[in-house]
């Protein structure tokens, strides 16, 4: 099992940015599938962005060109650059790792979650 925390949440204006980390403890994830996921009050938690263990990632069409999925194996951390943010941006952003090297998009894919940030976009 792995234990997952992101931190880098906050109240940014909208235009602004935002970098968000998953720090993770226990099992390594380095050749895990990685994603980001947010949801906002009263909505579903919807996928942000994945990223595979060798680097190729991918994003759902919200956020293309303007959020940045990273990784840093050797200190086990997956990273979310949120650039131009908007106001629908605004959410609780979670970091989640999959059991295997397998990429996936829905959250019942994920077997271990953090807790979440919250991300607040002002208009």
């Known amino acids: 099992q792995v234990q997952l925390v992101e931190s880098g949440g906050g109240l940014v204006q909208a235009g602004g940015s935002l970098r968000l980390s998953c720090a993770a403890s226990?099992?390594?994830?380095?050749?895990?599938?990685m994603g980001w996921f947010r949801q906002a009050p009263g909505k579903e938690r919807d996928f942000v962005a994945r990223i595979w263990s060798g680097g190729l990632t991918y994003y759902a069409d919200s956020v293309k060109g303007r959020f940045t999925i990273s990784r840093d194996n050797a200190k086990n951390p997956v990273y979310l650059q949120m650039n131009s943010l908007k106001p629908e941006d605004t959410a609780v952003y979670y970091c989640a790792a999959r059991r295997n090297s397998v990429v996936a998009s829905l959250p019942s894919e994920y077997a271990d979650w953090g807790q979440g940030t919250q991300v607040t976009v002002s208009s």
């Open positions: 226990g099992r390594t994830v380095s050749r895990s599938a």
